[in-house]
């Protein structure tokens, strides 16, 4: 069973900048997308940013020009690094790939348990 694994969450004081680190268990077959969500207090997850497989990207409203996401994909990494950091910007953060560990297994999407990101001074 594939596992990601969010690193680099922390408490920042608004300014400044935090970078988080997501990593896979074990090697993946092909990785359609990689992505970051957030969760807020008594806020739905919502989508932050999404790298594809062909190198687009799609930022939230929100993040854009300020978080940049990106990825080592021969390790199966995907990093978000957050600028200009604010309180709107607290939440646990979660990493999301869609991903086969195969040729034969089906496309599906897998999580992270999150990692939190408190800014605050």
């Known amino acids: 069973q594939v596992q990601l694994v969010e690193s680099g969450g922390g408490l920042v004081q608004p300014g400044g900048s935090l970078t988080l680190s997501c990593a896979a268990s074990?090697?993946?077959?092909?990785?359609?997308?990689m992505g970051w969500y957030r969760q807020a207090p008594g806020k739905q997850r919502e989508l932050v940013a999404l790298l594809s497989n062909v190198g687009s990207t799609h930022y939230a409203d929100s993040v854009k020009g300020r978080f940049t996401v990106s990825a080592d994909n021969a390790k199966n990494l995907v990093y978000l690094q957050m600028n200009s950091l604010g309180p709107e910007d607290t939440a646990v953060y979660y990493c999301?790939?869609?991903?086969?560990?195969?040729?034969?297994?089906?496309?599906?999407?897998?999580w992270g348990p999150g990692t939190q990101v408190t800014v605050s001074s």
């Open positions: 999301n790939m869609w991903a086969k560990t195969s040729s034969v297994a089906a496309l599906r999407s897998y």
């Open positions: 074990e090697s993946l077959f092909a990785v359609a997308t």
